[in-house]
């Protein structure tokens, strides 16, 4: 050892008490001369705030709640509140530069001594918005409560909008995401057809299947990612190309064959994915043929999408032109009983928009057995909804 070192190893030994102090009083200072939590912008404390989440940049929490149901005593039922909304598509033009889509609130009822539901509807609300893609505006798809928030979806544009109220306590969009197609790196907003809540995120995907020309070719596989958005509103990107896959493959519809989804939803109580398929088809994509590919099944599967299941809705036979669009799982029926929205696009397949005719069609079925609780029930005969959810609008 060196006499340098040997002396400063020793001055350390006999000062050590002083050096502490020192190192404690410099550290002090520069936590003091640093800048407070309580000098800072008071938006980005917040976000310090496990409690406090800005979704989308959105300063205000989310104020709605998923309905619970309220009990009659005097005629033994319960009622929850609900609400639909539309995806007009072309029509939902409103003027020259305004776009708009309907909410439709109302009661499902479901009789405690015999099982079955009612539903009612109320009065419309139409939402407006400015924004569009190409001219097409406020086509949405699906209606999901999460963290509060109402939120939809535009399957033009890839727009999240959240409902909210305004100091009139009118609904109002707010646009809080554009989500653009297939791994993001593109220009065409997300075809978003459903949403769901799993583990705390908001999981949101398109129709799941292969884009093709006229002649059957695959022009890509964009509508076969979706997108996950966490409380922040993080955004992750999946190729679900293999779940999609192994899903169609299960009923026996491998490709050219496709299935189309609208409807997905996560079983928290169950465990298991849910897919309720509007198209069914075992030969190749046609636009006319495709109007009457109505699908009357639903497909379940685990996590690991291993252990798929299939359950035959018992719905009447039809010309097929019904799909189902939407559905949401029934308050307290431990995801056994759901509401499902099933629409109908006749003669939309070409370029006279004259013919066209859409209407939506509203029933509950048990999960489990495909029984139907609420045989379906006529919601518009000149509008086709893709969203439902349990929630008060009002």
Same mark, same amino acid.
């Given at each position: 050892m060196s006499p340098q070192f040997a002396h400063l190893t020793?001055?350390?030994?006999?000062?050590s008490r002083t050096l502490s102090l020192f190192i404690f009083l410099f550290l002090l200072l520069l936590r003091t001369s640093s800048p407070s939590s309580s !000098?800072?912008?008071p938006s980005? +404390? !917040?976000l310090r705030g496990e409690s406090y989440k800005q979704f989308g940049g959105a300063l205000r929490q989310g104020t709605f709640k998923s309905s619970t149901g309220v009990k009659d005593k005097t005629s033994k039922s319960t009622s929850f509140k609900i609400a639909a909304v539309a995806d007009l598509d072309k029509r939902s033009k409103k003027g020259e530069k305004e776009w708009y889509s309907v909410l439709l609130p109302g009661v499902l009822t479901r009789a405690s001594i015999t099982g079955g539901y009612d539903v009612v509807w109320e009065e419309e609300v139409v939402i407006t918005t400015k924004h569009n893609e190409g001219g097409r505006g406020m086509e949405l798809s699906e209606l999901t409560v999460y963290d509060g928030r109402l939120l939809s979806f535009g399957d033009r544009t890839g727009i999240v909008f959240e409902f909210v109220k305004d100091k009139l306590g009118q609904l109002i969009s707010v646009p809080r995401f554009i989500l653009t197609e297939g791994d993001g790196d593109t220009d065409k907003g997300m075809k978003v057809e459903w949403s769901t809540v799993k583990d705390g995120n908001l999981y949101i995907g398109s129709f799941g299947k292969e884009f093709t020309n006229q002649?059957? #070719?695959v022009v890509n596989r964009n509508n076969m990612w979706i997108v996950v958005l966490d409380h922040w509103g993080h955004v992750k990107r999946y #190729?679900? +190309? &293999?779940?999609y896959n192994e899903v169609r493959a299960s009923v026996g519809c491998e490709s050219p064959g496709y299935?189309?989804?609208e409807a997905v939803l996560w079983s928290e109580v169950k465990k298991r994915w849910m897919f309720l398929p509007r198209r069914m088809s075992k030969t190749a994509y046609d636009d006319v043929e495709d109007e009457r590919k109505g699908s009357n099944i639903l497909i379940t599967s685990d996590p690991t999408f291993r252990d798929i299941k299939t359950v035959q809705i018992n719905v009447p036979k039809s010309d097929g032109l019904r799909g189902f669009s939407t559905f949401a799982f029934v308050p307290g029926t431990r995801d056994q009983h759901a509401i499902a929205l099933r629409s109908v696009e006749e003669?939309?397949?070409?370029? #006279?928009?004259s013919r066209c005719r859409q209407r939506t069609y509203a029933m509950v079925? &048990? +999960?489990d057995s495909g029984e139907v609780m609420m045989q379906e029930r006529l919601v518009s005969e000149n509008m086709k909804f893709e969203g439902v959810e349990f929630v008060d609008v009002h």
């Open positions: 020793l001055y350390l030994r006999r000062n !000098s800072l912008d980005l +404390t !917040s002649d059957g #070719d #190729d679900w +190309t &293999d779940i299935l189309v989804h003669e939309c397949a070409g370029e #006279d928009e079925f &048990d +999960t």
